[in-house]
């Protein structure tokens, strides 16, 4: 089963709003990271984030991850309609070597 | 440089049949994962290798799944007997380190779409 829950499923929003997206998880992680796809690029990695980070930012995306809620959100701001996908989460656990990835929020910016 | 490229892009196969798909990971990325995707749904873990070793198979659904990295570059995820319900996108990934390094970016190909009739 998998072990990152993002919320909400789906996310509609105009240009130019921001967008947050939350991830849960089960287990104690190494890390967490996040992934973009869309039709034209596949899988993208985004943002890693440690699990001794609070909080990590790169450009317009802002991730913060609380390990004692074993939670994680990811938060676009300024949005575009490029930024029209599906974002994963996906946590590397301590106990193993397995990837787990959640069933993604998908996210459309209406231009 | 080269990202992973998967072949082939697209596999058609017909119950029962053998099937193998290619991964050619980035050069020098010493992890390698496959995962598979069902339509709306996240990347299903499969496997994961650190070199040539199978470091994590866990995710295999049943023994008619193998994969292989014979040399620590490419790798063949191998389905014999298929079935219908195996029907997805098979995702290959590869990272310069993987568990060496705690965990690192993991670059996707973009996928060998499998149906099964």
């Known amino acids: 089963s998998q072990q990152g829950e993002e919320d909400p499923q789906a996310l509609s929003i105009q240009e130019g709003e921001n967008a947050t997206m939350n991830c849960s998880y089960k287990?104690?992680?190494?890390?967490l990271q996040w992934y973009r796809q869309n039709s034209g690029r596949g899988l993208v990695h985004l943002i890693l984030i440690r699990s001794n980070e609070r909080e990590k930012h790169s450009g317009r995306l802002r991730v913060t991850l609380d390990t004692s809620k074993k939670s994680s959100s990811l938060l676009i701001t300024a949005s575009r309609a490029a930024d029209t996908a599906s974002y994963f989460c996906a946590t590397a656990g301590t106990g193993g070597f397995k990837t787990i990835f959640g069933a993604g929020t998908r996210l459309f910016v209406k231009a | 440089g080269a990202g992973v490229s998967q072949t082939p892009s697209n596999k058609v196969t017909e119950k029962g049949k053998y099937v193998e798909l290619r991964c050619d990971p980035i050069?020098?990325?010493?992890?390698l994962y496959w995962y598979r995707q069902s339509l709306g749904q996240g990347p299903e873990f499969l496997i994961y290798?650190?070199?040539?070793?199978?470091?994590?198979d866990s995710g295999l659904p049943n023994d008619r799944f193998f994969a292989v990295r014979p040399e620590g570059s490419v790798s063949t995820l191998k389905i014999q007997r298929t079935e219908r319900g195996d029907s997805a996108v098979y995702l290959c990934a590869s990272s310069l380190r993987g568990g060496l390094a705690g965990w690192d970016e993991q670059f996707f190909g973009p996928g060998t779409r499998l149906t099964v009739l």
């Open positions: 290798f650190q070199g040539t070793g199978a470091a994590d």
């Open positions: 287990t104690s992680i190494n890390n």
């Open positions: 050069s020098g990325h010493t992890a």
